[in-house]
Every structure is written in C-alpha cells, then in structure tokens.
C-alpha cells in the first residue's frame, strides 16, 4: 500500500522514555499529558490505567497507547484509591511522543484516543515486543548514546503502533478509502504525481467513474472534497522540500502544481500561516539553534 507508506513515513514525530523503573504499592501517576501521545508498557506485575472515566486494568506484557493526548492515571488499583491492592511490584516502560508538523495528517482521525494491546497481540508481532525489550535495556544502561538510540526506538514504535491499529480497526472511513479500487487509484495518483493539474473531471476520467459520482464517493470515504485533500498533499511535499532541499521557491512551486510562486505562496500561508521563504527560515534557524 505505497499510499499508506508514504504518509506513515511522513509522521514528524519526536519521541523518548521518560520513565523505566519498578514500583511498589501502593503508588500513583498522574500524568496530564504535555506531549501530544503516551504508552505504557508493562514488563512485569500489573497495574489499572484510568481514561476518560474508564479503567483498564493491565497484566504482563500488556500496552496502552493514549494516542490523542488528554489526562489519564496510572496506578495499583482501580481509581488510585487504594482498594484491592496488589501487593506485587509492577514494572513499568514509559515513552511520549510529540509530533512536529503543524501539517495535518489524513491519519490523524486513525489515532485512537486509547488503545489497549493485550500481552498476546504484542506477542503476534515479535518486531515491536523486541523493540519494547531493547527500549528498556537502552533506557536503563545510560551508555554512551543510548539515549539516541532510545528516541529513535520511540519513533518506530509510534509507526508500529499506528500500523496495528489500522489493521485491526480496517473500517476507518479512509483507510477504507485506500482499498477502494477507484478512490484508492485516485489517492494514488495525486500522492505520485502532485505537480499535475488535477481536475474532478480528469481524475474521475483516470478511474472510470462520473464527475458527480466521483466527487460523492471521494468526500464520504476521504472526509474532506478531492481539492481540499490534494491541497494538503501538496503542501506537505512543499513543506519537506523546503525544509530538506535548496530548491528556489518558485521550482518548488512548480512541483507541486503551482503555475505560479505567488499562487502557491498565497495557499501555503493560507494553510501554515506564514510564508514559504519564512517557513523555511524557521525551520533554519531552528536547526542552528539547536546546533549551537
């Protein structure tokens, strides 16, 4: 699925462990959630998560990912009130993620606002259990780098995360999308081509469907019109050459669909609210800064 692939890998996404340790009872986290997603991984004992007024208790080898952020409670029992304790110790990975891009993703209503991934669905999908273990390892050895290696852990993990829930959850209106045979031929040939001139009447021509009909089906299954989302598409190629190549303004214009530099400098303010030529400033002189 080249579409999907494509904006998975496109997620700008920081990421860390915050938190590796062993807990004795009776304890509890308040998290409030400053970074935009969490998850919480348990190595060893058990634990309750409370969410949105609900409670989920947690058992070995167990996973929550809050994935839309939003206050949430670890803790040894049910509420943090301190009935039913366990008196085992829990052992507990703790990472967030906090995405970059102002740009909205067409997976930003995949992301759940909780989900639950039980010891033997982790188990289904060695890669991510082995990641999780190294995760802890990495966290816990404070060598060298290993905090490095630790964020960028963190990063595959979010995209593995993603991947599992929108295998598990296929019905989600445009992931749906991807798989219709025509909607999904035309996310195709916007994503590949974004520098052609895409009307309704040609990309319904190109996946033999009426304009009327075409322009129904792509809003019911992709929830934004055919315009709307090749707009998106084009600014966040826009935004990454900008960002990573030294490609005038007015080339990058060109590439992405635009007859002309003000036309696209007038859509992609619209959309970021600033400039091309300021976007790409900032984005330099957040890199020196950080350089030092």
Known sequence: MPVLSEILSSIKAKGSVYFCDKLDPPWKLVE?????????????????????????LLGPGDLAFVGRGGPHVLSSSKGGLGENEDAA????????????????????????????????????LPWLKTTLEHLSSEYNSQTPGAMVV????????????????????????????????????????????????????????????????FARRFKEMVGQTMFQYLTTVR???????LRYSQQPVADI?????????????????????????????????????KQG
């Not at 969490?38 to 634990?47: E, I, K, N, P, T």
């Not at 995360?161 to 959850?169: A, G, S, V, W």
């Not at 600014?235 to 050459?241: F, G, M, T």
């Not at 992405?256 to 619209?270: E, I, N, T, W």
Request: net charge negative; aromatic share 10%.
């Open 235 to 241: 600014i966040r190629v826009a935004s990454d050459l």
């Open 32 to 56: 409030n959630m400053a970074f935009s997603a969490a998850f919480h991984y348990v190595r060893g004992g058990r634990c309750w998560i409370e969410f949105a007024g609900e409670n989920f």
């Open 89 to 124: 110790s829990t052992h507990l990975l703790c990472g967030y993620f906090s995405f970059r891009d102002p740009i909205p993703s067409p997976l930003d209503d995949a992301i759940p606002p909780i989900l639950i991934l039980r010891s033997d669905e982790i188990s289904s």
């Open 150 to 213: 630790v964020n960028k852990l963190t990063e595959v993990v979010l995209v593995e995360l993603i991947r599992f829930h929108i295998h598990k959850e296929g019905s989600h209106n445009f992931i749906a999308a991807l798989f219709d045979p025509q909607i999904g031929q035309a996310l195709t040939l916007m994503h590949k081509h974004p520098d052609t001139h895409w009307t309704l009447e040609l990309l319904a021509s190109k996946v033999a469907m009426s304009r009327a009909a």
């Open 253 to 289: 214009a060109e590439a992405v669909g635009y007859v002309s530099d003000m036309a696209f400098a007038k859509v992609f303010k619209d959309q970021i609210g600033v400039t091309p030529v300021a976007w790409r400033k900032e984005y330099r002189a957040g890199l020196k800064e």
